[in-house]
């Protein structure tokens, strides 16, 4: 029904800098809100940051405040994390996520609220 696409992982030095980006693509109605999570080898999938439909409210794990922005284009159905200063403990598969009918206000910081997954990128970040 709706179709996630991640691009922009890759390989970075330790205090450098990517920008993720998702496409979303298909039978989207309406409002919804988009998401990032990660995962890194033997771990289990984190919430990073989301955003509702207005870009009026974002939420981030702790851990990344500061470092990562979330923003995105509705026109494009598209979806950004700016990722600075990044950290060897920051490497993981990048998944976008969104939530299909929401409000204006939601966005979920859990990953059973989401609808629709991403492939993934791989963003490894060196030291």
């Known amino acids: 029904q709706v179709q996630l696409v991640e691009s922009g992982g890759g390989l970075v030095q330790a205090g450098g800098s990517l920008r993720l980006s998702c496409a979303a693509s298909g039978r989207i109605f309406g409002t919804y809100a988009m998401g990032w999570f990660r995962q890194a080898p033997g771990k289990e999938r984190e919430f990073v940051a989301a955003?509702?439909?207005?870009?009026?409210?974002?939420n981030y794990v702790d851990s990344v405040k500061g470092r990562f922005t979330i923003s995105r284009d509705n026109a494009k159905n598209t979806a950004y994390l700016q990722m600075n200063s990044l950290k060897p403990e920051d490497t993981a598969v990048y998944y976008c996520?969104?939530?299909?009918?929401?409000?204006?206000?939601?966005?979920?910081?859990?990953?059973?609220?989401?609808?629709?997954w991403g492939q993934g990128t791989q963003v490894t970040v060196s030291s």
């Open positions: 955003i509702n439909w207005s870009a009026t409210t974002t």
């Open positions: 996520a969104a939530r299909l009918r929401t409000d204006w206000g939601m966005a979920p910081l859990h990953e059973y609220e989401y609808d629709y």
